[in-house]
């Protein structure tokens, strides 16, 4: 299998030559947040932009409130092929903490760089944010997707309730609420990036050693019992709809 039209898309070096370039190995790709690779953050911008266009300042602005805090944007990078280069990003994922769920996050702007979807990429995003979420304490991932449910439920996800990811930077959150959720999770890990050379972290790693994350406000922190009636979702169907109206698919997996 080559991987060569793909990387050769993702490089801008105009001397670059497609047919010398070595594939991206799935065996050295790592994960790393971008506020501890800001050279990277143009790189990223465009790859997100390259599947959801927007402004180029705006999706950089978005990119550039990461940090341990939470939403914390990851990258899934692979060593450049020229030694002495910056990485390639070949894949991005957005996480956010969740109101009323102290041990969660929410995963969103999942992305793959398009001529290298199918390979194994994808999975290996996921993986390596699960193992990121884990060693800092989270227990459950949520998310929701218009048109990718086959792809999660491989992965494990099954469907669940809608959850509310929590923007910090909305100017609409009180400044009180701002406070609370500015310290970071336990422990504080520094940008180190995991390698992927191996598959996620086993279960039994994930051991009783590791702090919980820190917890909710109390008002955030429970919220009264749904309502009764009918499953609002299956795999085929989905009474969930999104900000523009078009059904949606809740899902959720603990890691
Ligand atoms: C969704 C996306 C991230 C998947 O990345 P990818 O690199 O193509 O996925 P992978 O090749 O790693 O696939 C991982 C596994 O999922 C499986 N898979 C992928 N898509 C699938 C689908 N539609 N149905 C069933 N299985 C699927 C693959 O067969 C593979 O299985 P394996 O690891 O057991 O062999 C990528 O297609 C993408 O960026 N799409 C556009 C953006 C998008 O829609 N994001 C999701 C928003 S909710």
New binding site residues.
Partial sequence: MTLLPGLAELTLDPTHRPEATPAPSLAELTVEPVHCRPELLDACADLINE??PRSRASRLHSLGQSSDSFPLCLMLLSPHPAPGHAPVVV?HARLSRVLDRPQSLFV???????A???????????EGLEVFAQARGFRRLH?????????????GYQLGEPVQGLVFTSPRVPAALLRVFSSAPCPRLPCRAPSLAAHAAPKASKGPSLPPPPPLPESLAASPPAPAGPPPQSPLETGYRDLRGGPVFWMEKDI
Wanted: aromatic letters at 12%; hydrophobic letters at 40%.
């Fill in positions: 599947q959801w894949g969103e702007t999942v992305v793959v760089a398009r290298l979807r199918g390979r194994g990429f994808g999975r290996r995003l996921m998310l929701s997707t218009r048109d990718q449910l086959p792809f999660y439920a491989h992965l």
